[in-house]
């Protein structure tokens, strides 16, 4: 069966500082990939999808930025954070030509 | 690109009542309606979906429905239960460039008083 991992589960950190948040996918191969964002008490913001190694798409320009360095490895990241960078940061995979997500856990991000 | 609307953005039921949220959609290529439940910090988990072949489908106590005319679909939840009280999401989904493009409403709180 398919497992989504994504850590750290919460995180606080600084304004200024860099972010890195982990999501892999395990039982399937070429998964498609998104980060998703949902500030407190509101709706789901897609953020980045990927369809393949190295194919990072956005939907929000923005202070963050996406990678896929293999194939169920999904990654986002922020050189300098932001307040309005805090939210819960949702990962999820599909199956290509597929329909219906399924979503990591979350991370909850605090800029202070 | 698709906008989806839905309402209302909170709802209170008493426990064994039937409850109701309704969507909207713009895009007419959008095909695929999952409804996702969101309990309080936890992660959203599909409950049920609705391809656009299809006018209505049931799980047990909840059911969705899609007129694909007036491009709306609706989440029916009948004897609801304490523990059906969470944040509902609706979303139209339609493919594009090789991935599934998918649009969420902004999410309805449902309370069951028990």
């Known amino acids: 069966s398919q497992t989504i991992h994504q850590w750290p589960a919460t995180l606080v950190q600084p304004v200024g500082s860099p972010l890195s948040l982990e999501c892999t996918v395990e039982?399937?191969?070429?998964?498609?990939l998104y980060w998703y964002r949902q500030a407190a008490g509101r709706g789901l913001q897609l953020l980045f999808y990927?369809?393949?190694?190295?194919?990072i798409s956005s939907e929000v320009p923005q202070n963050l930025s996406a990678s896929r360095p293999q194939d169920r490895q999904f990654i986002l990241s922020s050189k300098k954070l932001l307040l309005s960078d805090s939210g819960f940061y949702l990962c999820?995979?599909?199956?290509?030509?597929?329909?219906?997500?399924?979503f990591g856990s979350g991370t909850r991000l605090t800029v202070v | 690109g698709e906008n989806v609307e839905q309402h209302p953005s909170t709802l209170s039921v008493q426990e064994g009542d039937s409850a109701v949220i309704k969507c909207t959609y713009s895009?007419?290529?959008?095909?695929?309606f999952p409804w996702y439940k969101q309990e309080l910090g936890k992660r959203p988990q599909l409950i049920i979906d609705?391809?656009?072949?299809?006018g209505e489908k049931k799980d047990q106590r909840i059911a969705v429905t899609l007129n694909k005319t007036a491009k709306h679909f609706s989440l029916h939840i009948t004897e609801t239960q304490p523990e059906d009280s969470a944040v509902y999401f609706c979303?139209?989904?339609?493919?594009?460039?090789?991935?599934?493009?998918?649009?969420f409403g902004t999410g309805t709180k449902l309370q069951v008083i028990p």
């Open positions: 609705i391809r656009s072949n299809v």
């Open positions: 990927s369809v393949g190694i190295g194919q």
């Open positions: 039982g399937t191969s070429n998964p498609n």
């Open positions: 895009d007419s290529a959008s095909n695929y």
């Open positions: 999820a995979w599909s199956r290509p030509l597929d329909y219906g997500y399924t």
């Open positions: 979303a139209a989904s339609v493919y594009s460039g090789g991935y599934q493009k998918v649009t």
